[in-house]
Structure formats: structure tokens, C-alpha cells
């Protein structure tokens, strides 16, 4: 913490999503910052369960269900952003990768915390219901350039390009069984890996089109404001610096790719060059030193 004070400004806090729980998360901020437990609590009434057990205790296959594990990783990141402002450690902008993207939000002063939390738990509730079917799958390819993944994915009806991380890390999602054909069909031609992802339907593609139009609606119940500091949006990969913009672009995220790469290079573009990783794991920070090196990358998680 000492060495994040020291550094300058032009700090960027980035946020993760789902994959980035683990078991125990939060168990040192409950146990050595006091506000930690009066947000657990807050948040268990808002949500109508025991979330801080959750996390703290399991079990995993309790913790990564989708409608526990959205609003745990909202309400872990939310702790370590308000210590960190407190430290005066203040972000110049913000991000966060798929579900992070609402950490992002409550950040900028776009909601507030019991705000953010509803729509996280609408969020949840959705995507896990589009899932139930069980047809729909994700997997990470690992070793050819967007494009050659993309070209691949349009001549296999069922399959999506939705996230494109960083060089040589892009995302499908669509029918787990023509996702199976589509991993076949991308070694052959020289992916490294193609790795199935432990998620319960097809995030960012069409498959989830339906729960994207309900949660659109949803969205419009919720107040917004205009953002502290600009938000990089994951539809765009560009700043949303309007409360209208970064609403409009949110309903359009669940069922839509995930622009990170070409987010990150522009804040790199224009000076960026302190990025904090505020949540669990260190799964952003990876994926920054893959896109640049040079730049000053860290994580906080406790």
C-alpha cells in the first residue's frame, strides 16, 4: 500500500469478472478493515442471503454459481475501492472486464453501492437463468490473432468471437456442441490451446440475446450519473463519460464482445501507465503485461 501511495498520478483501476473468486475472499478485509463487515452486511439484506459466508466458507461450487458469484465479486472489489480512497489512492479512470465493468461504475459515482448490488442481482439472475438449458458453453483460444479466429467463427453457425483480451487470448461462446467443432477447427490451424471455460452459458454471444432485452429494460429503473472520471466502455473500448452513454452501452454488454484489448491500448495511448488490478486474482494484470510490457501493473486483493 506504502508504494501505491508513492506513485504519481494517472492511475487506472481495473476491475475483474467472473473466473478472478476464490474461497476466502474478503477474510483479511473483515478482519482488518472495520467497514468491511457493515458492506457484507449491507449487502446480505439487500441480496436476502448470507453472502460474507459465501465467500469466506464455500463451497466453491456454492461461490461460483452465478447469482452468488457476481454479487460477491462486486462486493469484494467495492471494499478495496473505498480503502484505497480512503489511502488517497484516486483513479483517473476505470474499467472492469465483463461483470467488472459494474465495479467500474459504482467506482466513477455513477450508482451507489445498494444500487449497483440490485442491478448485479438482476444481472445474475438472468444470465443464470439463459443458462439452465445447459447448451451453451465458453472457451479461450490461445495463439492465433483475432482475425483468423473471427474469419473461423463465422463459417460455424452457433459460434462467437465475444472477448478479445489481449494478442493471442480470444474468447468464443455459443453451442457447447458446435463450440467443440470450432476447437477441432482451430487447432488445425495452429491455436496453441483451446481452453473451456468454467462458466454456465454462453456469455456475450447471441445465445444470451433474450436476457440481454429483459435486463435492458431493467436498466431504465435504475438511476445513473455522470462518471467521476471516464469509464472505458467494453462494447466500444472507448471513454463513456455520460451518465446516458455508459447506461446505453451497459445494456448492450451481456449479449454483445467484450473490446478489452482496444480499451486498454487507448488508455495506454494517452498516457495511462499506472493500472491497479482491485478485486480478487490477478487475472487483468496478466492480460496487461501481454498487451504492454513497459507499462506499471499491480493488484490489490486484501
Known amino acids: 500500500m506504502t508504494r501505491l501511495l508513492q506513485w504519481h498520478k494517472k492511475i487506472v483501476f481495473l476491475y475483474p469478472g467472473q473466473g478472478s473468486q ?3 475472499m474478503g477474510k483479511d478485509l473483515l478482519e482488518q478493515y472495520p467497514p468491511a463487515k457493515k458492506i457484507f452486511e449491507e449487502a446480505n439484506d439487500i441480496l436476502g442471503f448470507n453472502l460474507s459466508k459465501i465467500c469466506l466458507e464455500g463451497p466453491e461450487k456454492e461461490l461460483t454459481r452465478t ?3 457476481q454479487p460477491a465479486l462486486l462486493t469484494v472489489s467495492w471494499i478495496l475501492t473505498k480503502l484505497l480512497k480512503e489511502k488517497e489512492v484516486i483513479p483517473q479512470a476505470v474499467a472492469g472486464h465483463s ?3 459494474y465495479s467500474a461504475i459504482l467506482a466513477a459515482e455513477v450508482v451507489d453501492f445498494p444500487t449497483a448490488l440490485k442491478i448485479v442481482k438482476e444481472r445474475a439472475r438472468l444470465m443464470e437463468e439463459a443458462g439452465k438449458d445447459g447448451k ?4 479461450a483460444v490461445i495463439g492465433l490473432d483475432d482475425g483468423v479466429v473471427v474469419d473461423l467463427c463465422k463459417k460455424i453457425k452457433g459460434v462467437e468471437a465475444v472477448n478479445f483480451n489481449c494478442p493471442g487470448q480470444v474468447v468464443i461462446s455459443g453451442d457447447k456442441e458446435k463450440l467443440k ?5 482451430l487447432k488445425r490451424v495452429g491455436a496453441k490451446g483451446v481452453i473451456f471455460l468454467s462458466v454456465t452459458g454462453a ?3 447471441f445465445m444470451v440475446r433474450e436476457a440481454a432485452k429483459k435486463f435492458s429494460s431493467l436498466l431504465d429503473q435504475f438511476p445513473f450519473h455522470d462518471p467521476c472520471c471516464p469509464v472505458v466502455s467494453n462494447v466500444t ?5 455520460s451518465a446516458r452513454q455508459i447506461k446505453d452501452n451497459l445494456k448492450l454488454q451481456m449479449d454483445h464482445p467484450v473490446l478489452w484489448e482496444k480499451g486498454m491500448r487507448l488508455l495506454i495511448s494517452d498516457g ?3 493500472f491497479v488490478e482491485v478485486g480478487p486474482g490477478k487475472v487483468l494484470q496478466g492480460l496487461m503485461r501481454r498487451i504492454d510490457k513497459k507499462v506499471v501493473v499491480s493488484s490489490v486483493d486484501r
Do not use: C
Not at 473500448?237 to 463519460?241: F, P
Open 22 to 24: 476464490k474461497v476466502g
Open 67 to 69: 447469482t452468488n458469484l
Open 99 to 101: 461483470l467488472g465493468e
Open 136 to 139: 451453451g458453453a465458453m472457451a
Open 181 to 185: 467443432v470450432a476447437s477441432e477447427e
Open 203 to 205: 456469455f456475450h454471444s
Open 237 to 241: 473500448g472507448e471513454y463513456a463519460t
Open 272 to 274: 495511462f501507465n499506472i
